[in-house]
């Protein structure tokens, strides 16, 4: 009875396949994580390795940082230290301690070489370098492409892997470079002048794996942003991880969040290529298919309207003969027809013969001239008589025939007529102008009555 009570009770996990359960767990659900706190318990064994106790007022946590990682960090942490840091959650299986495996640590809030990145980031942004119009654009099908990065470093890698993946005809042209520390800024500008120089590439990736803030300080340096900015090829900043920004991401043509991306940036996908050659040669292929029916039905229809020569050439000769024919029949009616047109034509112009004009005309102007001399005879008659009435009128009213009766105009020195007396003095000469001739004589006595009438 106890064997089979045994037997049902659910199998015991060791301590060993407990804490490697554990571990698997925490490293599937937290893959990389920022965690911020006050460091306690800083420890540096002779193996170089560092332990210390990240906390806040309730907790802590334990953490570990390599060598190999913590010989990046410019300045080590100390006691007491408010930092951040990264890295991965696990467990170390041997305790059983929950642990994080720190990969980068810098001072909590905004560190040195922050505000460094934020004063060049400004001073550069208010001269023009980031602004969109003076980047170039990234060629959409390169004949050859440049690297500037380290040539042991896992961004080379990376890129070479994913060009050789998605089109491995582009030839690529590695400037090697080391891409942390303080030679790297004057090895980076000397690669990328060499890359210009060079002059083989037509898109050029700068860029690097990931790191901390120091170890990415390189490519925030003023002189490689410079160096970018003034690059005639156009420009890919790959550097880091997806959430590092760096002063060479704004300068950049274009901005890939890690060198992997750069080069699925830069490279056409040849399996997208050989689709859209496959592609174009049906298109191809179908359109030449239905071209060359169309012909075949074209030629089809032409055989079949295709006639004997012969019975062409015979049915065109008769053809002729008829013209010939008509040609001939309708000539001798034109001319016929010109004919009985000219007859009439000179009958009628014999009926309209110019001598006949003429006499008739010049019987007329006879029978209009006689017409004419006797209606000017009767007009000039009427018109003397008319005259001599009016004569006859005038001389009537006129002053010489006043004069006639005796009468006279006397005027002064001065030629003016007088009708008064005492218009003149006595001793005045003047002038009586009478029907034959005039009188000169001189005033003796002016009387103002009529006492001579």
Known sequence: MNNVLQDVRPRALSVSELNRQARHLLESSFMQVWVEGELSGFSRPSSGHWYFSLKDRKCQVRC????????????????????????????????????????????????????????????????GLFAPERKKAVPALPTHIGVVTSPT???????????????????????????????????IVRAIELAQTHGAADVLIIGRGGGSLEDLWCFNEESVARAIAACSIP???????????????????????????????????????????????????????????????????????????????????????????????????????????STHLLQRLSLQSPGKQLASHRELLERSTLQLEKAMQSLLAARQEKLEHTAGTLNVVSPLATLGRGYAIIRDEQGNILRNAPDVAVGDRITASVASGSLSAEVKTVSPDNTWL
């Open 153 to 187: 470093g896992a961004a080379i890698h990376d890129i070479l892997t994913v060009l050789s993946r998605r089109c491995p005809a582009i030839p690529v042209t590695l400037y090697p470079t080391t891409v942390q520390g303080q030679p790297a800024t004057a090895e």
């Open 235 to 341: 420009t890919v900043s790959a550097v880091g991880h997806e959430t590092d920004v760096t002063i060479a991401d704004f300068v950049a043509d274009f901005r890939a969040p890690t060198p992997s991306a750069a080069a699925e940036k830069v490279s056409p996908d040849q399996q997208d290529l050989l689709r859209q050659l496959k592609d174009r040669e049906l298109r191809l292929t179908n359109a030449a298919r239905r071209a060359l029916q169309r012909l075949h039905t074209y030629l089809e229809h032409i055989t079949a309207r295709l006639r004997d020569p012969r019975r062409e050439l015979l049915e065109k000769a008769q053809r002729l003969d008829d013209l010939e024919q008509r040609l001939g029949k309708s000539v001798f009616e034109h001319i016929e027809r010109s004919r009985v047109r």
């Open 64 to 127: 570990a940082m390599f060598r190999g990682m913590n010989r990046h960090v410019r300045t080590p942490p100390k006691e007491g230290d408010k930092v951040r840091i990264r890295g991965k959650v696990t467990l170390y299986e041997n305790r059983g301690d929950f642990q994080i495996i720190v990969e980068h640590v810098e001072p909590a809030g905004l560190g040195a070489l922050q505000q460094a990145f934020e004063e060049l980031k400004r001073r550069l942004h208010a001269e």
